[in-house]
């Protein structure tokens, strides 16, 4: 009588075949799979870790000959009690960009939901005066002076108003817009709904991966903004934003020179300009974990006709 002896597996066995399989191309496909993903983080995360070490860096008082280092929040401390005002900007800038983000969306979304009409007369004319858009600009010497020709210089409107819609956002808007079913519409219609109804009741409620995607985008680009506040708001340094008023300090602490206490700043600069850069992509690395799902999906739906 010949008997079978059944063999059982550890779960630490059980666990390791469901990562990486059982046959021996799926093992050695799966493990250079991973080893590929690991380099990839890690070269993705080491900058970021880089610029966070060196900013809590400074080199200790009389060792210029032979530095020696220190880790510590100096040029934090630099950064958020050098220069007064440093909190204001803060919040000024996280009340500019989130408007501006909202209002941006809006009209985005706004502009693209008649584009998803095919009774709409002039449609593709629409659509190609949008793409003109997109490929071609004025330059800014003419844009310049149609920022002086509108009021718009030291005027905070500056930062929102020229951003209001955008050529690109809108196309990505109105793919993913026309991803969603007619028959929801008119359902609606036969309910007496109007098209501000459908867009306010059916589109946007639908529309939340797309809409994560354009905020995110916008917010993005007005928070790094410091060319808006340098060319056209220079008569109100208290309203420029953070990314303007940080480069301010940068400036102030990479230009002074003798004494001791200029000494010691200029010890700070290779950490002053780290911790910039952290105090400036702080509400950024913040804001995306909550969006990333949205995100991702509003890329892929957007990008593609439904």
């Known amino acids: 009588m010949v008997t079978t002896r059944t063999v059982r597996k550890g779960p630490l066995r059980m666990w390791l075949q469901k990562i990486f399989g059982k046959t021996p191309g799926n093992i050695v496909f799966n493990v250079l799979l991973y080893l ?23 080199v200790i008082p009389g060792t210029a000959g032979s530095p020696q280092y220190v880790y510590n929040l100096s040029a934090y401390v630099y950064v958020f009690t050098g220069v007064d005002g440093l909190v204001w900007s803060f919040v000024w800038s996280l009340i500019v960009s989130l408007a501006a983000t909202a209002l941006h969306v809006f009209c985005c979304m706004l502009t693209a939901y008649p584009l998803t009409k095919k009774s709409l007369k002039g449609r593709t004319g629409i659509l190609l005066f949008i793409l003109f858009t997109m490929l071609f600009s004025g330059g800014m010497i003419p844009y310049y002076l149609l920022i002086q020709d509108l009021h718009l210089m030291n005027n905070p409107l500056i930062y929102i108003l020229p951003g209001l819609v955008s050529g690109f956002d809108i196309i990505i808007a109105k793919n993913f817009l026309s991803g969603i079913s007619d028959s929801l ?107 990333q799902k949205h995100f991702v999906k509003g890329v892929m739906l957007g990008s593609v006709k439904g």
């Open 36 to 58: 590929f993903f690991i380099v990839f983080a890690g070269l993705t995360l080491y900058p970021f870790l880089f610029v966070v070490l060196e900013s809590m860096k400074s």
């Open 185 to 291: 519409a008119e359902s609606a219609q036969l309910d007496g709904a109007g098209e501000y109804r459908i867009f306010f009741s059916i589109y946007l409620p639908l529309s939340g991966p797309i809409m994560a995607t354009l905020g995110l985008w916008s917010f993005v680009g007005k928070w790094n903004d410091w060319m808006t506040g340098l060319l056209y708001m220079q008569g109100k340094p208290d309203l420029q934003l953070i990314q303007t008023f940080l480069r301010r300090i940068l400036n102030a602490a990479t230009t002074q020179t003798g004494g001791v206490a200029d000494t010691e700043i200029l010890n700070l600069s290779t950490s002053i300009r780290m911790a910039i850069v952290v105090v400036g992509m702080l509400p950024i690395v913040l804001m995306y974990p909550f969006v």
